[in-house]
């Protein structure tokens, strides 16, 4: 069956580390996106692709970085910069044409110890 | 700038009570799309429904029915006869038609709980 796999689905990690979270689809999809979740603050957009090795800073990017070199998988990197990294985070998937096929992960769950 | 605000954080009541979520936007946009997704305690976002700003219609799914009223920017989510099972978080969301990546805005999300 298509959709999208995030791994791991908890993750520790020290202060001071960076640690990558992986996002990976199989529905063909052209835009990947990551979204950060904190309670009571709802999703926020952390960076988007449209187009393999392209990508766009959302609203939160600061100590983030990502990269989309394969159409199938969109990394995102929670680098030592960001300073509250303990979250839940979500990537998600949506063809080029039409909002309709938007399609979310299981979400991440990165806890800084 | 677009906006969605869910004013309601956290909402409770017993079952088969009904239930109404609130969710008011902001848009320069005269195009638009509205989306409300389901977040179980698993995690993931479970889409319920998606309304074009031309369709101002309401909707009705079994026992989910949805008011999208342009004149007042609101596009509220009703559970009759509320379950246990529809206890979650419930994101409404905005998006762009159109232009790039169309992204989505989300609101701060209802936790709904429903009690036996």
């Known amino acids: 069956d298509g959709g999208i796999t995030q791994s791991p689905k908890y993750l520790f990690r020290k202060e001071g580390q960076n640690v990558t979270l992986s996002c990976e689809q199989n529905l063909n999809h052209d835009a990947m996106y990551w979204y950060r979740q904190d309670p009571g603050q709802g999703l926020r957009l952390i960076y988007y692709?449209?187009?393999?090795?392209?990508?766009q800073k959302g609203d939160i990017a600061e100590g983030y970085s990502v990269s989309r070199e394969k159409k199938e998988s969109f990394p995102l990197t929670v680098t030592s910069a960001q300073k509250n990294p303990t979250a839940f985070y979500l990537c998600a998937s949506k063809t080029a044409e039409g909002v309709y096929g938007y399609t979310f992960g299981s979400g991440t769950r990165l806890t800084v110890v | 700038a677009q906006k969605v605000t869910q004013a309601q954080t956290e909402i409770s009541v017993v079952e088969k009570e009904d239930v109404t979520l609130d969710c008011v936007y902001e848009t320069r946009d005269t195009t638009y799309y509205l989306f409300w997704y389901k977040q179980p305690p698993s995690g993931e976002l479970v889409f319920l429904i998606r309304?074009?700003?031309?369709?101002?219609q309401n909707e009705i799914s079994g026992r989910y029915s949805w008011n999208f009223q342009k004149s007042t920017s609101s596009f509220n989510f009703t559970i009759t006869a509320s379950q246990v099972v529809d206890s979650a978080v419930y994101f409404c969301a905005l998006s762009e038609v159109g232009r790039g990546a169309q992204k989505l805005v989300f609101g701060q999300g209802t936790r709904l709980t429903i009690n036996p």
């Open positions: 692709s449209q187009i393999v090795n392209d990508f």
């Open positions: 309304r074009n700003s031309f369709d101002e």
